[in-house]
């Protein structure tokens, strides 16, 4: 049973028809991807690119959890637009009214013929591994791409849509990204897809997926998840994962401030287990911290917490920004290998260690005099083409400000501007990958409260090199 299906008619869609003279008396019919050829007359999309009306998204939640766990989808659900539906456990009592803020409900099919033999995990997984199949079986469509996630996933739609557009949706994709830390993967796997990170399945991925589905539930009955047990089909059909370092399941504890500080250079796509990390922005609650970062993000989505650093070599500065998010300054020149190493402000999922993690740390230390003042964005707005974002210094606790002189000018800087001249194109992300470069263009004085810099493509022969 489910609540009411809504139109699964595409306001996306712009089907185009062509003559062509040269064809018109062709008694053949030809098919190649979305374009159709018959009797001379050409249908189809003409290869139009991906665009949001082409992903069906599966959440897999449950109804005593929805209430809550909603917060975070509706985040980034669009109704209308987005298309698909959260897959519940059972059906939400008659008497409460189904959010309208909310993607439309289905409830799962009776998976109780199916083996489970992992003494630590939930049947539910076997549930949640299904949705892929029973969202095929709808047959919605104009679905180019199943994209699968946990009901406290939040997705930035435009920049998945930019990834999965780079991918050819005719051929078999399994597309996602690992766990950040290492005991996870060695645990679950390094070559499937974390669920709750969000993944994608092209639709010919998918119609093989769906042949063989049950059957590789029961052959893996001792898998704990979902998301394990799909990338044992996977297996069995010869489909790799495309890792995308978008797709963040933030296997954590702790701040991850490191980790949003030191993005990889790629858009970021996905953010999951917010409820078990500290708040992003320390003085606001979990959501309204990632309602802030989707502030900065709607005004420049493929720029969001890309990481660009560079010297102030009048002061001998280091200063770093992960766009849309934080400002660090240091007082002294580091090298860039250092700088795109992530300060380490959390710990393991599994065992709350120090590491190790599936990337490149440093220990953020407790002695202030060894740790970069930081700026959290303040407010954002459009100024032309670019951008203009204003970040304000964190507040320190007592006693955790550094008393040395050299720190004396940084603790000046009350606020740091980052201008952008242009909003970072999608095609970027189609050429070979360049971290963007930076630039201090005012506040020399010593003084001086606010310092501005500029982000914007490197110039030929420009890199972070100290003197």
């Known amino acids: 049973m489910s609540s009411p299906a809504p139109s699964i008619q595409d306001p996306f869609k712009a089907w185009r028809f062509l003559v062509l003279p040269t064809l018109k ?172 990170g969000g993944f994608a399945i092209s639709y010919p991925l998918a119609k093989e997926l769906v042949r063989v589905l049950d059957g590789c539930i029961d052959r893996y009955a001792s898998f704990y998840g979902s998301d394990q047990k799909i990338q044992g089909c996977m297996s069995e059909i010869g489909v790799p994962l495309t890792k995308e370092l978008g797709f963040h399941q933030v296997d954590i504890r702790g701040d991850p401030y490191g980790l949003l500080a030191a993005h990889p ?84 999922w599994r065992s709350s260690s120090n590491g190790p993690f599936t990337f490149n740390t440093r220990p953020m230390t407790q002695l202030p005099c060894l740790r970069p003042v930081v700026y959290f964005l303040d407010r954002v707005e459009r100024v032309g083409d670019g951008t203009l974002t204003t970040y304000k210094r964190a507040v320190q606790e007592l006693g955790k400000v550094c008393d040395q002189p050299e720190y004396a000018p940084v603790l000046a800087v009350q606020s740091v501007n980052i201008t952008t001249s242009t909003s970072l194109k999608p095609d970027i992300w189609n050429m070979a990958p360049r971290r963007q470069c930076c630039e201090i263009i005012k506040g020399e004085d010593e003084g001086s409260s606010v310092v501005q810099v500029n982000v914007r493509g490197c110039h030929q022969f420009e890199s972070v090199t100290p003197p």
């Not at 001379?40 to 991906?50: A, C, R």
């Not at 309204?288 to 010297?311: A, E, N, W």
């Open 265 to 348: 250079l790629a858009p970021l796509v996905s953010l999951h287990h917010l409820d078990y990390v500290q708040s992003i922005f320390p003085e606001l609650n979990r959501i309204d911290s990632v309602k802030k970062l989707i502030s900065s993000y709607k005004m420049d989505p493929g720029r969001t917490l890309q990481h660009s650093f560079c010297y102030d070599l009048t002061r001998n500065w280091t200063v770093s920004a992960s766009w849309g998010y934080t400002i660090q300054i240091h007082p002294s020149l580091i090298t860039a290998k250092q700088m795109e190493s992530a300060f380490r402000t959390f710990q393991t």
């Open 25 to 196: 008396n062709a008694k053949k019919s030809v098919i190649s991807g979305h374009l159709k050829i018959t009797n001379g007359y050409v249908s189809g999309d003409f290869h139009e690119k991906t665009n949001i009306s082409h992903i069906l998204f599966g959440i897999g939640g449950s109804e005593k959890t929805w209430n809550k766990r909603r917060l975070y989808t509706e985040l980034w659900w669009m109704p209308n637009i987005t298309r698909g539906y959260v897959w519940l456990d059972q059906k939400p009592p008659e008497n409460e009214k189904w959010p309208e803020t909310s993607p439309e409900y289905k409830v799962s099919a009776d998976t109780s013929r199916f083996k489970y033999t992992c003494s630590y995990g939930s049947r539910s997984a076997l549930r949640i591994a299904r949705i892929v199949k029973e969202s095929f079986e709808l047959g919605v469509e104009n679905v180019r791409w199943f994209v699968m996630g946990d009901d406290d996933t939040v997705f930035f739609i435009e920049n998945l849509v930019m990834v999965l557009a780079k991918y050819d949706h005719n051929q078999m994709y399994y597309i996602g990204g690992n766990s950040e830390s290492v005991e996870q993967n060695v645990i679950h796997s390094y070559t499937m897809a974390y669920g709750g």
